[in-house]
Structure formats: structure tokens, C-alpha cells
T-cell receptor, first 113, second 115 residues
Framework: ETGVTQTPRHLVMGMTNKKSLKCEQHLGHNAMYWYKQSAKKPLELMFVYNFKEQTENNSVPSRFSPECPNSSHLFLHLHTLQPEDSALYLC????????????FGSGTRLTVV | DQQVKQNSPSLSVQEGRISILNCDYTNSMFDYFLWYKKYPAEGPTFLISISSIKDKNEDGRFTVFLNKSAKHLSLHIVPSQPGDSAVYFCAASAGLYYGNNRLAFGKGNQVVVIP
């Protein structure tokens, strides 16, 4: 596989559930990101990882917990979410520091009921 | 504080005509600008970019213009095709200045090309 792969594509979860989103990149990139896209809002940066180390947490509530075991894999662990957390969650990767565009995955459409 | 702004959230254009999307930014340290295209149920895909040392970059039917003094850039699509119907995001980076690759995104413009 090439590019950035996200699983699952769709997820419906109750507010008391615990689930995880997975992202995998096969591009040899060193930086990975989680973004949230809600309706009629800009893409919101959630977390940034560079060389497996978290370098940015954009004031994300603790019910979202990222994990980056290596430069190719990124997880977003979810627990006790709220209905307003329903959104498209996008993973992206880039080569590293400097002026580069991102390669995005297809996203996980999350619905919290 | 939104650093990248895309007004006029939707645009309808006849096939074969020109589509023009506008983007304004507030951070004078931005030195690299990108446009992404997004279809429903897919992630954004890179379309075209421009560095702040240039004022125009062209790639086939897509041209991006940068006006640094006005902190404004635009994307021209000509001729527009039905497959261009998508949401277009403007993004900006200050990578060379800040030494990171964080992108700031606008809200996106919905383009509908009418056959």
C-alpha cells in the first residue's frame, strides 16, 4: 500500500464506549498529524508528532488521547466522547520541518450517539 | 484567530468557464501557500502550491496568484470541468521562518461546475 491509510472509514460509538482510530503512512515521512473537520469550520489541528515525539497539542480535551509508536503509525484513542465530537477525523503526514505539503488519509467519519 | 480566510463559501460556474477562488491571510510570516481539493468522504489532496518568492505558479488548468502586499492569493481554474466540483482549501505555512511545517487552513470553498 502507498500513501496514508486510515481505519476505520466510519465509526459509530456511544458516549461510554472506548474506541481507537488508526493511521498508517508508507511514505517515509517523519511528521504525522491529527486534524478534525467539523461542518462549516476550518480544518482544526489536534496533534503533531515529529519523529514519534508529540510536539503539539492544540488544547485538545483529554478524552482524545494520541499514540505514536513509530514514525509510520499514529493512533487516536477515544473515550467518553460527546455528540459534538462527531466529525471527520483526518490523519496526515509530511516529510518533516520546512515547507512541505501534507498527504492526507481519507479520514474516519465519527458519529457519537 | 483565523489566520487563513476563505470568504464566499460556495461558487457555481458553467463548464468551460473560469473558476476563481480567493484566500486572504493575516500572518506576514507565511511564506508558502497551498491549495487542496477535497471530494466528499475523501481526505484533501494536494493541488498546487506557491512560494512567497513567486507571484504566479501554473500547472495545467490551475494557476495560483500571490499578492504579498495585499496578503491575498487566488486560484484560477480554466476551463472548469465537472470533475472539478469539490471543496477547495487554502493553506499557508511559515516553515522557513518558524522551522516547522504546521499548516493553517481556511474553511474551504465549495465549487460546483454545471455541465
Amino acid at each position: 500500500e502507498t500513501g496514508v491509510t486510515q481505519t476505520p472509514r466510519h465509526l459509530v460509538m456511544g458516549m461510554t464506549n472506548k474506541k481507537s482510530l488508526k493511521c498508517e503512512q508508507h511514505l517515509g515521512h517523519n511528521a504525522m498529524y491529527w486534524y478534525k473537520q467539523s461542518a462549516k469550520k476550518p480544518l482544526e489541528l489536534m496533534f503533531v508528532y515529529n519523529f514519534k515525539e508529540q510536539t503539539e497539542n492544540n488544547s485538545v480535551p483529554s478524552r482524545f488521547s494520541p499514540e505514536c509508536p513509530n514514525s509510520s503509525h499514529l493512533f487516536l484513542h477515544l473515550h467518553t466522547l460527546q455528540p459534538e465530537d462527531s466529525a471527520l477525523y483526518l490523519c496526515a503526514s509530511s516529510p518533516g520541518a520546512g515547507n512541505y505539503g501534507y498527504t492526507f488519509g481519507s479520514g474516519t467519519r465519527l458519529t457519537v450517539v | 484567530d483565523q489566520q487563513v480566510k476563505q470568504n464566499s463559501p460556495s461558487l457555481s460556474v458553467q463548464e468551460g468557464r473560469i473558476s476563481i477562488l480567493n484566500c486572504d491571510y493575516t500572518n506576514s510570516m507565511f511564506d508558502y501557500f497551498l491549495w487542496y481539493k477535497k471530494y466528499p468522504a475523501e481526505g484533501p489532496t494536494f493541488l498546487i502550491s506557491i512560494s512567497s518568492i513567486k507571484d504566479k505558479n501554473e500547472d495545467g488548468r490551475f494557476t495560483v496568484f500571490l499578492n504579498k502586499s495585499a496578503k491575498h492569493l487566488s486560484l484560477h481554474i480554466v476551463p472548469s470541468q465537472p470533475g472539478d466540483s469539490a471543496v477547495y482549501f487554502c493553506a499557508a505555512s511559515a516553515g522557513l521562518y518558524y522551522g516547522n511545517n504546521r499548516l493553517a487552513f481556511g474553511k474551504g470553498n465549495q465549487v460546483v461546475v454545471i455541465p
